[in-house]
Nanobody, 115 residues
Framework: QGQLVESGGGLVQPGGSLRLSCTAS????????MRWYRQAPGKERELVAQ????????YYTGSVKGRFTISRDNAKNTLYLQMNSLKPEDTAVYYC????????WGQGTQVTVSS
């Protein structure tokens, strides 16, 4: 079936950095493009970034371009999101998901940007 476990969130001041991790199990991680999503309170879940199976191509939503970097380590079945220059509007629960594979959402990891 597969499982996703997100971690690395926390409370950070505006302008700070965090690195999120998503550890996958139960499916062939290296065969799938992977996405980071986020959901802020009272808002719909939105796509933040996507990375190709081999990590050789990526996409970012406009609001995070130039500040966030998605990467992956297929040997460790782990997806990352390096978040720099964080803003209060980045506050959300962050989730990972493979593209094209039915899998339950993980528990997510809370990111709070506040002074």
């Amino acid at each position: 079936q597969g499982q996703l476990v997100e971690s690395g969130g926390g409370l950070v001041q505006p302008g700070g950095s965090l690195r999120l991790s998503c550890t996958a199990s139960g499916f062939t991680f290296s065969s799938y493009a992977m996405r980071w999503y986020r959901q802020a309170p009272g808002k719909e879940r939105e796509l933040v970034a996507q990375i190709a199976p081999r990590g050789d191509d990526s996409y970012y939503t406009g609001s995070v371009k130039g500040r966030f970097t998605i990467s992956r380590d297929n040997a460790k079945n782990t997806l990352y999101l390096q978040m720099n220059s964080l803003k209060p509007e980045d506050t959300a629960v962050y989730y990972c998901k493979p593209v094209g594979r039915l899998l339950d959402w993980g528990q997510g990891t809370q990111v709070t940007v506040s002074s």
